[in-house]
């Protein structure tokens, strides 16, 4: 009796064990999860964002394509708030998103930060790169696992100064760059070269600031007085001042740059809005989503080791045909902008470019281009 009571035990055990197994078992009508879901991750790392300027655009083209249903994830990393650009800070932030090969792209740039990626390009050789704004490449070119893009710059300021040319009455226009550089130049080369050519007088002022905006509405106001009825502002946050003064003048028409800042203020500041007559573009957010997709559809890798410029021809730059624009620039200036847009993305004329020459032949040839018809 004894042996049967433990076998019957004996099999009850065996019984018990086997349903426990059971148990941990993955049920068949749940999904079992894989490391790669095909997603595509993209990191963004910008020094902050609030610049109402092109960081804003890139960041807001990364939301964009987040609610997009294509597969592609966007997260936007804000580094160095407070601008230190600060090695050790910025190498931890590559650090963090590089490590564990979780991105399939990494994106950062601006000449400010540009070193610190290329430094994480040499570090890891197998994370891939996007250099949204190049200023310049190392010496041994552009490492093999990024692409970097700039903008030009020079036929976008030949196309801004060609519709200043077509909607000033008095004859004289100016422009307030926040720093004199020659990078910084190459915005205002072509703006300065149409002008000469068209006999229309201009005022330039370096404020020596990107933030000041009481700065920028004085040095504004001057120009004003000089007679200046298009003023456009290339200067970051200090051109909320620039926007400011023209908003107090009937007669005075603003150009915005990097974004359409008539859109920004259309809702929030009236009055700033309608002082804008267009804005000059510089598209990163065209750009930003066209590599997006390339990483997604595995082109991007024929961009890996090269330098390009993103110019009219590929939407890289160009004007603000906004509702106001159309409504407030008549059909003839309209023209004579598509024209000199047709005319700069074909080759036809040949722009003044200060980032393509040497430093040598920039100090000699540069005052002639800025000095040609510029007023004090």
């Known amino acids: 009796m004894k042996k049967l009571l433990t076998i019957l035990l004996a099999v009850l055990m065996l ?18 999860p894989t490391e790669d879901d095909g997603t595509v991750k993209i990191a963004v790392l910008l020094p902050f964002t609030g610049d ?8 807001n083209a990364a939301k964009e394509v987040n609610d997009a249903d294509n597969n592609i994830t966007v997260d936007v990393y804000e580094c160095d708030p407070n601008g230190a650009a600060e090695e050790s800070n910025w190498m931890n932030w590559y650090d963090n998103v590089c490590e564990d090969g979780q991105y399939d792209l990494v994106v950062s740039g601006n000449g400010t ?4 990626l290329y430094n994480a390009c040499e570090k890891y050789p197998d994370q891939l790169f996007y250099n949204f704004d190049r200023s310049w490449i190392p010496e041994t070119g ?12 020079d036929d976008l ?9 077509a909607v000033t009455k008095t004859g004289t226009v100016g422009v307030v760059v926040g720093m004199e550089s020659q990078d910084m130049n190459q915005f205002i080369g072509g703006y300065c070269q149409v002008l000469a050519d068209k006999g229309i007088k201009y005022v330039i002022s370096y404020p020596g600031s990107f933030s000041d905006t009481a700065l920028g509405k004085e040095v504004t106001e001057d120009m004003i007085s000089k007679g200046a009825d298009v003023v456009w502002q290339v200067a970051g946050g200090l051109g909320n001042g620039v926007i400011d003064a023209c908003s107090g003048h009937d007669d005075v028409w603003c150009i915005g740059v990097d974004q359409d800042q008539y859109l920004q203020f259309k809702d929030t500041n009236a009055a700033w809005a309608n002082t804008i007559l267009t804005s000059a573009l510089k598209n990163t957010n065209v750009a930003f989503k066209a590599v997006c997709e390339m990483v997604a559809d595995g082109s991007f890798k024929n961009k890996l080791g090269k330098a390009e410029t993103w110019g009219i021809a590929l939407n890289g730059v160009g004007l603000a045909e906004n509702d106001f624009y159309l409504a407030n620039a008549s059909e003839e200036v309209r023209n004579q902008v598509a024209e000199t847009l047709a005319q700069v993305a074909s080759g036809a ?28």
């Open 15 to 32: 019984v018990a064990l086997a349903g426990c197994g059971k148990k941990e078992e993955t049920p068949t009508d749940q999904p079992t």
């Open 52 to 59: 109402q300027s092109y960081f804003d655009t890139l960041a």
């Open 113 to 116: 930060y540009e070193g610190f």
């Open 142 to 153: 552009v490492p093999a696992n990024c692409y970097a893009v700039d903008w030009a710059l």
């Open 157 to 165: 300021g030949y196309v801004v100064g060609a519709l200043s040319a």
């Open 349 to 376: 004329v040949e722009v003044v470019d200060t980032k393509a020459w040497d430093e040598a032949t920039y100090e000699v040839e540069w005052p002639k281009v800025r000095d040609a018809n510029r007023v004090d």
